[in-house]
């Protein structure tokens, strides 16, 4: 269970008052505002909204700057970090659909990766009793999918703006399979049985995925759905 989960980690509450575990915790208060701006849209809003949405994206440089800086590298902190990058993501990214015709199909993406790390995590911090820390892809997997949020955010519908889109379902494949990876080094011997099963397994799982994201998305760009659906 979760909660034995959490019992194995090494947890202090005065941890929660330090600086760059603050920092992570503002991050999702500030998710707030940013989602009731993106509904409001108006142009003075919208000024507020980039603002806001700069100092959320600046926070997660700043709370790992001072947990190097401080030596506050703690347990909660790796475990709250990207806690707080996807309760954020996925609130900005979720109001940014219904508002502001962010893609479907890269939301639905993230949240399927996070909700596998987040299995697979609590299975890692089970078995050695410490999480994994996120790796710099994860990291450059957040700024280019929050540089996406804000270029659409600010209105911006360029060359500029798709190729921050593409970079971003590229980074979220990438640092999917690097997850996994880091995952089945401690989960599953080399060599063993089951570890061609379940990556057999989440290949299948992952392509359906994939697949009717896309087409929630757009049907028409896949015909074969029309034939599945009569």
Do not use: H
Request: one cysteine or more.
């Amino acid at each position: 269970s979760y909660v034995g989960v959490l019992n194995q980690m090494k947890i202090n509450v005065r941890e929660f008052f330090y600086l760059s575990n603050l920092l992570s915790l503002s991050r999702i208060v500030l998710t707030i505002p940013i989602c009731y701006l993106i509904q409001l849209n108006t142009p003075t809003g919208n000024v507020w909204l980039l603002i806001v949405a700069l100092i959320t994206g600046f926070t997660d440089y700043l709370d790992g700057y001072f947990s190097r800086r401080y030596n506050q590298i703690t347990d909660l902190g790796i475990v709250l970090d990207p806690i707080a990058d996807k309760i954020s993501m996925a609130g900005i990214m979720i109001y940014l659909i219904l508002y502001r015709d962010f893609p479907i199909s890269l939301t639905v993406l993230l949240i399927y990766r996070d909700i596998l790390i987040s299995i697979g995590g609590s299975m890692v911090i089970r078995k050695i009793g410490e999480p994994i820390m996120a790796n710099m892809l994860g990291k450059v997997n957040t700024c280019l999918i929050s540089a996406a949020g804000i270029l659409n955010m600010a209105g911006v519908q360029n060359w500029i703006y798709y190729g921050f889109l593409l970079a971003s379902y590229s980074s979220v494949f990438i640092s999917a399979v690097i997850y996994y990876r880091m995952g089945e080094k401690i989960l599953i011997p080399e060599g063993a049985a089951k570890q061609w099963f379940w990556r057999i397994a989440l290949l299948a799982i992952s392509a359906v995925v994939v697949y009717y994201s896309f087409a929630w998305e757009n049907p028409a760009a896949l015909p074969i759905l029309e034939y599945f659906n009569g």
